[in-house]
């Protein structure tokens, strides 16, 4: 009987709801934008202290730099010059990154509905990690980790050189129009023959199409500017390269 | 910026909407779902690549409207009114709408106001808000499981408050 009587009573709310008045939403995007305008303008304290943080963190890489060039120890770290072997990335340096498990390369390559491509002939190598992700995107998605390489040195935060990720989705002008945050900037430009854009600024949100039609939110630049294209559907990007230059030689690498 | 805005425009309805649950005040709802949106917009370095924004943001507008609900110390009435009394020229009931009884329909407005905050906040965004059970445990921010359990618990202690219905209504 309860059973029913809990059936009656789904029934009997749904019935409400429909019932039920919810006043009209009011416009709220203009207070937000209006709020964030103001938050953002900097105050005269806060000038002076960026300032004095810039000044104190240009004396430092002075101080870093001429440490660097004469091979000296300093505050229990030692600046060696010369490339060397870089050290192995740390496991899990990028777990928290939401770029899903953590896998082998040939676990990857079944994991996700296409062929992964790899940078052939680059300082890049092998890479460090393999991260899979099956469940967003449709078709799955791979990210491959690389740590300190010659000419792409790790960002001193995260630790990653360059983070390559791909996935199955289409990108067009309009997924990077509703770009989130002031000061990213936006290039259109050519990678193998194909329209790229080069993203550079502070992290941001973007929009791309997966291969079911659906529209997904995603976060771009975890750990550097990005290139971002499309190939016979399939979606890549490549985070980390220093410059524009050096991530669209990268592109041309990836087979 | 104007992409936040447009992300704001794109989910404002919906903010609204779970607030409006959560404090029942149409000006407070307005206010919580524009601090949620702030406060996402202050935390998008901590947003998980990969996430899906819907359920993050909800989470956010959920909690802070539920800060605004207890910090205006005062037990809230859902004031939940029907269409058709709602305004003269709103939209016109379904005829199957209609077909709960308005004396069914008092009591078990009644029945869901005497549950708890916690009770009721589960049935209304069940029900009314339209949410989802992995929307549900975004704004509520524990498991989905947990979302079933509580909503389990809290439709029993509905029932407790409620007469049987007539057999008439057990019929299908």
């Known amino acids: ?255 | 910026m104007p992409a936040y805005e447009e992300l704001v425009r794109r989910y404002e309805s919906l903010a609204f909407r779970t607030a409006y649950l959560i404090v029942a005040d149409a000006d407070e709802a307005r206010d919580a779902a524009q601090d949620g949106f702030l406060r996402a917009y202050g935390a998008l370095r901590r947003f998980r690549a990969g996430s899906e924004f819907r359920p993050w943001l909800l989470r956010i507008v959920a909690n802070a409207a539920r800060n605004r609900r207890r910090s205006s110390n005062r037990r809230v009435s859902l004031a939940l009114r029907v269409a058709a009394e709602a305004t003269a020229d709103g939209p016109v009931p379904s005829p199957e709408a209609g077909v709960l009884a308005a004396e069914r329909r008092a009591l078990l407005l009644s029945a869901i106001e005497r549950l708890s905050l916690e009770d009721r906040d589960l049935i209304v965004m069940r029900w009314f808000g339209e949410l989802t059970e992995a929307e549900m445990a975004a704004a509520l921010d524990c498991p989905r499981g947990t979302v079933k359990s509580r909503l389990s618990r809290a439709m029993g202690r509905l029932r407790v408050g409620l007469p049987e219905p007539e057999p008439e209504a057990l019929r299908d």
Do not use: C
């Not at chain 1, 509703?178 to 929009?207: C, D, M, P, S």
């Open chain 1, 1 to 255: 009987m309860t059973e029913v009587f809990d059936a009656t009573l789904d029934r009997e709310l749904t019935l409400l709801a429909a019932q039920i008045a919810i006043p009209a939403t009011p416009p709220i995007a203009p207070a937000v934008a209006l709020a964030i305008r103001q938050q953002r303008a900097p105050s005269r304290l806060g000038l002076r202290l960026s300032r004095g943080l810039v000044l104190a963190i240009i004396a430092t890489l002075l101080l870093v730099g001429i440490a660097a060039a004469l091979g000296i120890a300093l505050g229990g770290v030692r600046f060696v010059i010369g490339s060397g072997t870089p050290a192995p990335l740390p496991p899990g340096v990028a777990a928290d990154r939401g770029l899903g498990r953590l896998v082998s390369l040939e676990q990857g390559r079944s994991a996700v509905s296409f062929q992964i491509r790899l940078p052939a002939g680059t300082a890049l190598g092998e890479p460090d990690h393999v991260y899979v992700s099956t469940l967003v995107p449709t078709g799955g998605r791979v990210a491959l980790v690389y740590g300190d390489r010659p000419g792409f040195p790790a960002d001193p935060k995260s630790g990653i050189g360059v983070l390559i990720t791909e996935f199955r989705a289409d990108i067009g002008p309009d997924s990077f129009e509703k770009l989130i945050q002031q000061g990213v900037r936006v290039e259109e430009v050519t990678v193998n023959g194909a329209t790229g854009y080069w993203v550079a600024g502070g992290q941001h949100f973007y929009y791309y199409r997966n291969a079911d039609g659906a529209v997904v939110d995603d976060t771009m630049r975890l750990v550097g500017d990005t290139l971002i294209w499309e190939e016979a559907g399939l979606t890549l990007r490549i985070e980390g390269a220093p410059s524009l230059a050096d991530a669209q030689q990268l592109a041309a690498a990836l087979h």
